[in-house]
């Protein structure tokens, strides 16, 4: 791989933030403004991550209490983030007991900001950014440690993606065209 395309990948997620949960919005958002507000931060990592219709069908299955008065609130949209990640590696059942889980364990502040410090922490690791922190966290739980395995297949999951959309663009770059 090219020094190019190597500097290329990294950049996809060398400005990444996840919002903590204190940035999160305390006005409710509707359901397409919630979309876009996730989709503005998730949408370097892997397009098209979340919909509309994703989302309802998440409250449905009950991953994500219903919204009030049509809007979803701070919880609702950080357990979002971490389901529109999550699913990729995880089936919605497996995502459903890590939320219940969770909220066994720790508070939604807590575990949604150790997601985030973690998801950062790997993601730059992962892409070459930036040395690995052991830091994150005061305790080693078990769900600590499923939740960081999890993070790591999210974040080599998003790396190869970024490799092979990288290597196609390469490739079309530097096809001859046909007649």
């Known amino acids: 791989m090219t020094e ?3 500097e290329k990948i990294s950049s996809s997620v ?3 933030r996840l919002p903590r949960y204190s940035e999160i919005p305390t006005v409710g958002l509707y359901l397409e403004q919630t979309t876009k507000y996730i989709a503005e931060y998730l949408d370097p990592l892997q397009e098209g991550c979340i919909s509309s219709s994703m989302i309802s069908n998440y409250v449905k299955k009950h991953l994500i ?4 008065k049509k ?4 919880d609702q949209i950080a357990y979002l983030f971490f ?3 999550a699913k990729n590696v995880l089936s919605l059942d497996n995502i459903a007991r890590f939320i219940r889980l969770q909220e066994q364990t720790y508070t939604r502040q807590r575990a949604y900001d150790y997601f985030c410090d973690e998801l950062e922490n790997i993601l730059y ?3 070459g950014l930036k040395p690995l922190s052991d830091r994150i966290g005061r305790d080693s739980t078990d769900e600590k440690v499923m939740l960081r395995n999890t993070i790591i297949a999210i974040s080599h999951k998003i790396y190869l993606e970024k490799c092979f959309q990288v290597m196609a663009e390469e490739t079309e ?3 001859p065209e046909r007649d």
Not at 65 to 68: E, H, K, M, W
Not at 71 to 74: C, G, N, P
Request: hydrophobic share 30%.
């Open 4 to 6: 190019r395309c190597k």
């Open 65 to 68: 209490s219903s919204p009030v």
């Open 83 to 85: 389901i529109a990640l």
């Open 173 to 175: 770059d530097t096809e």
């Open 14 to 16: 060398r400005q990444f």
């Open 71 to 74: 809007q979803y609130d701070r």
């Open 125 to 127: 690791h992962i892409f």
